[in-house]
């Protein structure tokens, strides 16, 4: 979820005016998610190099993130949402931390949309992290079936489809393993701006892409080619 300094910035606007608006584009994106049946969505929405940026706006981003479950999480239960937030917990406050923990809980019996906020999170941290609970374990070999099942996300499948906004080209460190197969999808649209209809034209490009893992295209069932 990238744009919302720069889109505060061109409206003359303190950047924590876009963070604010970018809840709103949340809001909007996770209710178009469930209404088009999507079963998994994850937002990056606070990275481990995050911590770089002014002591101010990040104070400001775990205040807003604070306050965000306070207000969203029982509209998200009702909806029958589940909410999973992954990356470390090490230094977020104490207050934020437990209540991360009661919103998981809350949420912890919804089958629908599954919806993972990334917070201090890091695709390399990810992979570190995994690698270390296994030596910990004791394990003296590690295949791809291990990992996998140490990372953050072991409980969702591998997302189909990478969307990024704010008109970069790159992962910024999301997700390393698990999108090793997706399709990326790059918009010039900031993030306060990405709402229902952009997301159903990110939808709309994946439905156009041949996804063949490897194999030629020829080898796919006729309904999954692209001619």
Not at 17 to 45: M, N, P, Q, W
Not at 65 to 80: I, P, Q, T, W
Not at 144 to 149: A, C, G, I, P, R
């Amino acid at each position: 979820m990238d744009g919302n300094g720069r889109w505060a910035k061109r409206r003359l606007l303190p950047r924590v005016a876009g963070h604010k608006r970018g809840l709103d584009a949340v809001r909007d994106v996770v209710s178009a998610c469930h209404r088009l049946g999507i079963e998994y969505l994850t937002l990056f929405a606070f990275s481990t190099e995050n911590w770089r940026r002014p002591p101010d706006e990040v104070s400001f981003l775990m205040e807003l993130f604070l306050r965000a479950l306070g207000s969203e999480v029982d509209r998200l239960n009702g909806n029958n949402i589940r909410l999973h937030i992954i990356g470390s917990k090490a230094r977020l406050s104490p207050a934020l931390a437990e209540r991360i923990s009661a919103a998981e809980e809350l949420t912890s019996g919804n089958d629908g949309l599954t919806l993972t906020i990334a917070a201090d999170y890091g695709g390399r941290w990810d992979m570190l992290n995994a690698v270390n609970e296994l030596i910990a374990e004791g394990a003296t070999h590690i295949d791809e079936e291990s990992l996998s099942q140490r990372l953050s996300m072991a409980y969702a499948p591998e997302p189909d489809l990478f969307i990024r906004t704010g008109g970069e080209q790159r992962i910024s460190n999301f997700l390393l393993w698990q999108l090793a197969y997706s399709e990326l999808y790059f918009t010039d649209l900031l993030w306060p701006d990405f709402d229902a209809r952009a997301l159903e034209q990110a939808v709309d490009s994946y439905r156009c892409r041949e996804r063949r893992f490897g194999r030629t295209s020829e080898q796919l069932p006729a309904s999954l080619r692209r001619e």
